[in-house]
């Protein structure tokens, strides 16, 4: 599922950020053209009112473009980035709970390892016992692991714990 997410979302978010892109090289180049109109009139470089007036809407004309286009793009990122973020949620969501249970199944592999090892035969458990014996089983394990309890790690060493059990 995330893959199929991720393969949807960053083409489109690229072309998303490509649009913004030319939308703004496109208003600094109607800005540029409002300047340079300006500074012609100013200079009394032009002096024909039409052509003049026909510089000015021009640049005004592609400026008002520009932040249409602009808005438009804005508008539909917001309701696509909505719908992703609706998408990761639930991503996010599964992930946390592939990861609780992978807490949990290192815990229960750790409790069956100490409980076949240390307390198979005993009728009652003593808990200052049981928490004893289950500490060495984790340091055990973290000996024979790369110092850590991840899941596939803990994994490994329960498979060939029972293999030898």
Same mark, same amino acid.
């Given at each position: 599922k995330y893959k199929d997410a991720s393969e949807k979302y960053w083409p489109v978010y690229d072309q998303f950020k490509r649009k913004t892109k030319?939308?703004? *090289?496109?208003?600094?180049?109607?800005?540029?053209?409002?300047?340079?109109?300006?500074?012609c009139v100013i200079l009394r470089g032009l002096r024909n009112e039409y052509l003049i007036a026909a510089s000015y809407v021009l640049s005004v004309g592609i400026f008002i473009f520009t932040i249409i286009l602009y808005a438009r793009n804005y508008k539909k990122f917001n309701a696509f980035n909505k719908e992703w973020t609706t998408i990761n949620n639930d991503l996010e969501n599964?992930?946390?709970?592939?990861?609780?249970?992978?807490d949990d199944m290192v815990e229960e592999m750790i409790r069956i390892i100490c409980f076949n090892k240390y307390h198979y035969n005993d009728e009652k458990v003593d808990i200052n016992e049981w928490d004893q014996n289950y500490q060495k089983v984790r340091e055990d394990i973290l000996k024979e692991t790369s110092q850590s309890l991840v899941f596939d790690d803990v994994r490994? *060493?329960?498979?060939n714990w029972s293999e030898k059990f």
């Open positions: 030319n939308c703004s *090289y496109f208003m600094g180049a109607a800005i540029c053209l409002i300047a340079v109109v300006t500074f599964i992930q946390n709970k592939i990861r609780v249970l992978h490994t *060493y329960f498979e």
